[in-house]
């Protein structure tokens, strides 16, 4: 139910009820960007029911890479199976 | 697509099973929050990669599974009137109430539809003025701005003909529920991640002081989900009980504060009944006074329908953590998607429908 896309803001119409357009792949939905009030052409949001609900922070996002890294785990295990 | 395939990468998930192996000295059990994650746990085979000291515990976090029987009842009851168009998302549907789903009230001529969003069912308010449109307002804090939205809109549009039949949890009460029971067997848990986007990350915080357990803020993709796993066995090995947040390309700490106003503006927080566990303090939304005509049970008068459970399905214990699907008599017998006991069968978020769907009969 919780269930969040994230796809590229294209358009923008500000209004009583801020709304743009979002790609996700190929596919262009309309959706509510009242929540996002800060989100702009090229920018990733989340949404969920046909609201923006975040922006996606691009810097946070490449973190679930370097995370292993910083925290010292080998980086050799997928060519040395364990054993 | 962009912020989903990189998530799914096979050699950086090999190398957190490793770390996670690293880390797992003891035996732990987490459990995930959000019914998405459930999901994605069971789909991608996560629970099977981890090392066997670790278990994972599927919780309460799908919003069709804890809506109680009383409010299919009511549902059933708004879709079945003749002036009523009754608005859902897809997976209320096939929910069983006492008698029938909504489903068979759509077979037996209601009209019921199935929309993608809140403000759909609030365009066809505008379109048909004539009819009465009813939205059932299910979900966690993730789904209640929307809904909350379409309440706002509706005023200041002046479409009268729209109301919301509301039935919307909380998270956190939920979490407190599972960890203060006597059957207590949580370490640690992945928090909901899009429920963290809308109200941030400090309501967590009493919970994990008080009750001495890790709560990691965690997405939805495999290496979010390891991710959030490391993370919280990691808290364990060093006997932390913090909140992190693995989440943080879409979760600030403070949540959404635009979001927040609109709920504040609508709703109140009040007792809720959750399927399966009963009632739960200061654990949902109703729609403040000022916005009462657009509240379905009231305009309606259908608040007083009761509602009775099988007694043979077993969802409160699975969505407690007490219970395991595959070990439910009925699992897969009596109970099957096509036939569900509970909801818990049949939501696709569900844990006994993801354990279904993937075959997992032989292994819990």
Known sequence: MCLGIPGEVRSVTEGELRSGTVAFGGIVKEVCLAYVPEAQVGDYVVVHA??????????AAARVFSYLDEIGATAEIDDEPPG | MKFLDEYRDQATARRYVEAIRAR??????LMEVCGGQTHAIVRFGIDELLPPSLTL??????????????????????????????????????VPGSECDLLAVKAAGGDVRVVYSPLDALALAARH?????????????????????AVVEARRRGLGNFSLL????LVPPAMEAVLAGPERRVDGFLAAGHVCVIMGIDDYRPLAARYRVPIVVTGFEPLDLLQGIHMCVTQLAEGRAEVENQYARS????????????????????????????EIPASGFALRTAYAQHDAARKFGVGGIG??????????RVLRGLLKPPDCPAFGIRCTPETPLGATMVSSEGACAAYFRYRRFATA
């Open chain 1, 50 to 59: 046909g609201f923006a609900i975040s922006v996606i922070d691009a810097a």
């Open chain 2, 24 to 29: 797992a000295t003891r035996p732990w059990t």
């Open chain 2, 57 to 94: 515990l599927h919780g309460p976090g799908c919003p069709v599974c804890v809506t109680p029987v009383e409010l299919i009842d009511q549902a059933i009851a708004l879709a079945a009137r003749p002036e009523v168009t009754f608005c859902s998302f897809g997976d209320m549907l096939r």
């Open chain 2, 129 to 149: 003025p004539e009819r009465e449109v009813v939205f059932f307002a299910v979900g966690f804090e993730t789904t209640a701005p929307a809904n909350a939205m």
């Open chain 2, 166 to 169: 509301v039935s919307h949890v």
């Open chain 2, 251 to 278: 979760v600030r700490r403070a949540g959404n504060a635009a979001a927040q106003a609109v709920l504040r503006e609508v709703f109140e927080v009040v007792p809720r009944t959750w399927r399966g566990i009963g």
């Open chain 2, 307 to 316: 509602g009775r459970e099988d007694p043979a399905c077993q969802s409160g």
